[in-house]
């Protein structure tokens, strides 16, 4: 349950304690979780939950709790605890690389030289543990060679041009996997559907999730 009104704790302590049992959360952006707690039955059910913005770029929700709440609970829903940024660069699975941010997610296997080739045969050098796998890759992962990124060269085929004011997302084939890549592109210079480019995977930055360890999506 969402519970929210102007931000006056002699209001939003009477309201919260009014709740049900069940889970409760108030989007304040200056109470403490351990002040809203008070009255409440059930305090270690409430949260602060504040959603990040832009809402419509970042489907993310920060949740802080009284210190009667702990991070535990039933495992069906819990997916990972950690601050954004841990769960961004190192997501425990593949929904959640997909939930928070964009992403490529490629699915495949490790060889037992470190090498991860995707399904429709994209070879991707790294140092990864053998085993099928899901490769995550972030759209500032895929850079133009011409920006002088570390990484592996590839060519790739636009499929998709979204410009978004400052940068422009591009959705790219390459090799039969579809990446997605975020670039600032000088004025009347941004790809079009079906030109070629020359890219850098930061291989050193990919996360392959072992296929034991992610349920999948």
Same mark, same amino acid.
């Given at each position: 349950?969402?519970?929210?009104?102007?931000?006056?704790?002699?209001?939003?302590?009477?309201?919260?304690?009014?709740?049900? =049992?069940?889970?409760?959360?108030?989007?304040?952006?200056?109470?403490?979780?351990?002040?809203?707690?008070?009255? #409440?039955?059930?305090?270690?059910?409430?949260? #602060?939950?504040?959603p990040f913005n832009?809402?419509?770029?970042?489907?993310?929700?920060?949740?802080?709790?009284?210190?009667?709440?702990?991070?535990? *609970?039933?495992? $069906?829903?819990?997916?990972?605890? +950690?601050?954004?940024?841990?769960?961004?660069?190192?997501?425990? %699975?593949? @929904?959640?690389?997909? @939930?928070? +941010?964009?992403?490529?997610?490629?699915?495949?296997?490790?060889? %037992? $030289?470190?090498? @991860?080739?995707?399904?429709?045969?994209?070879?991707?050098? =790294?140092?990864?543990?053998? =085993?099928?796998?899901?490769?995550?890759?972030?759209?500032?992962?895929?850079? !133009?060679?011409? $920006? *002088?990124?570390a990484g592996q060269?590839?060519?790739?085929?636009?499929?998709?041009?979204?410009?978004?004011?400052?940068?422009?997302?591009?959705?790219? $084939?390459?090799?039969?996997?579809?990446?997605?890549?975020?670039?600032?592109?000088?004025?009347?210079?941004?790809?079009?559907?079906?030109?070629? !480019?020359?890219?850098?995977?930061?291989?050193?930055?990919?996360?392959?999730?072992?296929?034991?360890?992610?349920?999948?999506?």
């Amino acid at each position: 349950m969402s519970r929210s009104c102007v931000e006056r704790l002699d209001l939003k302590q009477p309201l919260l304690a009014a709740a049900p =049992g069940v889970l409760i959360c108030s989007s304040t952006s200056g109470l403490r979780p351990s002040l809203l707690a008070a009255g #409440v039955k059930h305090p270690e059910r409430l949260l #602060v939950a504040h959603p990040f913005n832009p809402v419509y770029l970042l489907p993310l929700v920060e949740l802080c709790g009284s210190p009667s709440a702990t991070p535990g *609970g039933s495992p $069906d829903v819990e997916e990972q605890v +950690g601050t954004p940024g841990e769960i961004y660069e190192t997501p425990a %699975t593949s @929904f959640v690389a997909k @939930f928070i +941010g964009w992403c490529s997610l490629l699915k495949g296997t490790v060889g %037992t $030289d470190g090498t @991860f080739t995707s399904d429709s045969g994209l070879h991707v050098v =790294g140092n990864w543990t053998a =085993g099928p796998g899901t490769a995550v890759i972030r759209p500032e992962q895929v850079k !133009l060679s011409s $920006d *002088g990124a570390a990484g592996q060269s590839l060519t790739a085929r636009v499929v998709e041009s979204h410009y978004y004011g400052g940068a422009t997302r591009v959705v790219l $084939d390459v090799n039969g996997e579809q990446l997605t890549m975020q670039e600032r592109f000088s004025f009347g210079r941004h790809p079009t559907p079906g030109d070629l !480019l020359s890219i850098t995977i930061k291989t050193d930055e990919i996360r392959v999730l072992p296929s034991n360890e992610d349920p999948g999506l």
